[in-house]
């Protein structure tokens, strides 16, 4: 079963968890420090808030949660071939679960992720930022500040960077505005 996803950052996890637990009539599927999510039956919905001070009521993202690697890579072809940018993420663990998941940005400026939960983390893991530029690109898809993104500072993602891209060194291929573009041509996913 797919769900659409509403990710909400708030100033009051314990208020907001109180609320939408009224709200929808269950209880959080997860709670973690800053963190809670709610598996809502029906309507079929993930809810998750973000603790995030100063920034309650505001939208963190959204989302589409599938069954299956396969319906993500699925995605990823189909979003790609109607020439949407895709921030393709690939085991990569965010919001407490090691997770499969493709970005893609709409008309204006709201991010979407189609995504599939592998397992379950004690870890946060990389938050969801969004490129504006080639140093956000690499925090975005790889996890990593561009100033530590050189050989010495491989993030799992980065180290399979170079037999995808062979020509690029490990410093600036993963997800650089040029690779990105160059990946997006080929078929093939720069991290």
Known sequence: MSRVQLALNVDDLKQ?????STLFNVAPAKRKPGYANFA?????LKLVLLENAG??????HLGVEVETSEQVHGEIARLS???????EQIATTCCFA?????????????????????AD???????????????????????TDAAESGPDHLS?????????VPTRSAENACCG?????ESATSGVSCC
């Not at 907001?16 to 939408?20: K, N, Q």
């Not at 809502?40 to 079929?44: F, H, L, R, W």
Request: charged letters at 25%; one cysteine or more.
């Open 121 to 143: 983390s004690e870890n946060f893991g990389v938050a969801p930022e969004f490129a504006t530029g080639d140093a956000d690109a690499v925090r975005a898809c790889c996890g």
């Open 177 to 181: 505005t040029d690779v990105k573009g």
């Open 40 to 44: 809502i039956a029906e309507p079929p």
């Open 156 to 164: 799992r993602k980065q180290i399979r960077v170079d037999a995808v």
């Open 81 to 87: 071939a109607a020439g949407l940018f895709t921030e």
């Open 55 to 60: 920034r309650g009521g505001t939208l963190n």
């Open 16 to 20: 907001a968890i109180a609320f939408y």
């Open 98 to 118: 090691t997770q499969d998941k493709v970005w893609v940005t709409g008309a204006d400026a709201e991010k979407w992720e189609v995504y599939t939960v592998l």
